[in-house]
């Protein structure tokens, strides 16, 4: 069973790439195995967990999302190009294509940029989010596409969440409570608590 959950997990890093589609799928597969592990947790022998953590803690579910927002970005890039290209040409309504145009370019822009901001500091973020929310008031192309773009940022940020507590969870079985606060929750640095329910629980 093991070598199976540790399969697919690497089998969701080699979903053929196709931006945030295809990384949706990674988390999918992601997250059906870690719910599995997290039913049966208290089944698996040392050297077992002790793979499974190993294979949790793999920092290339975060790497597939950074490359999937920038495969994101090329490929709004090549569309709005595309869509440029076949605008009118005539002179009356020039200045009206130029900013539609400005607008489009916009969109993979802030894609290129976001995935950046995402590895730097929190106040960094905070700032860059500023100057998104600013550039929706004007460019609708943002407006329509920054709801999708965070859906995937907080379905990221979850199955993060979720692995790193079923690691947790993995290592608590086999070292005991004190082991816990070597396991940071992601989401917001802290260590996890552990709270007793019934015979064991954490």
């Given at each position: 069973?093991?070598?199976?959950l540790?399969?697919?997990?690497?089998?969701?890093?080699?979903v053929?790439?196709?931006?945030?589609m295809?990384?949706?799928?990674?988390?999918?597969?992601?997250g059906?195995?870690?719910?599995?592990?997290a039913?049966h947790?208290?089944t698996?022998?040392?050297?077992?967990?002790?793979?499974?953590?190993?294979?949790?803690n793999?920092?290339a579910?975060?790497?597939?999302?950074?490359?999937?927002?920038?495969?994101?970005?090329e490929?709004?890039?090549?569309?709005?190009?595309?869509?440029?290209?076949?605008?009118?040409?005539?002179t009356?309504?020039?200045?009206?294509r130029?900013?539609?145009a400005?607008?489009?370019?916009?969109?993979?822009?802030?894609?290129r940029?976001?995935?950046?901001?995402?590895?730097?500091?929190?106040?960094?973020?905070q700032?860059?989010?500023?100057?998104?929310?600013?550039?929706?008031?004007?460019?609708?192309?943002?407006?329509?596409?920054w709801?999708?773009?965070?859906?995937?940022?907080d379905?990221?940020?979850a199955?993060?969440v979720?692995?790193?507590?079923?690691?947790?969870?993995?290592?608590?079985?086999?070292?005991?409570?004190?082991?816990?606060?070597?396991?940071?929750?992601?989401?917001?640095?802290?260590p996890?608590?552990?709270?007793?329910?019934?015979?064991?629980?954490?």
């Open positions: 069973v093991t070598d199976d540790l399969a697919n997990l690497q089998l969701a890093h080699y053929p790439e196709s931006a945030l295809g990384f949706l799928v990674n988390t999918a597969i992601q059906q195995v870690t719910d599995f592990i039913k947790a208290s698996f022998t040392a050297p077992e967990s002790h793979r499974l953590i190993q294979a949790l793999d920092p579910y975060e790497e597939d999302f950074f490359r999937a927002i920038e495969q994101e970005a490929f709004s890039s090549c569309a709005t190009e595309n869509d440029i290209a076949g605008m009118p040409k005539d009356q309504n020039r200045e009206k130029d900013s539609a400005a607008m489009l370019r916009q969109v993979p822009e802030m894609e940029q976001y995935a950046g901001v995402l590895t730097q500091t929190e106040s960094q973020y700032l860059w989010l500023a100057r998104m929310q600013a550039a929706q008031t004007t460019n609708l192309f943002l407006k329509m596409m709801p999708a773009i965070e859906n995937v940022v379905r990221a940020r199955t993060v979720q692995r790193t507590m079923v690691s947790a969870g993995l290592t608590v079985l086999q070292s005991g409570v004190e082991s816990l606060p070597t396991y940071p929750d992601p989401a917001t640095g802290e996890f608590h552990y709270q007793q329910i019934g015979r064991a629980s954490c």
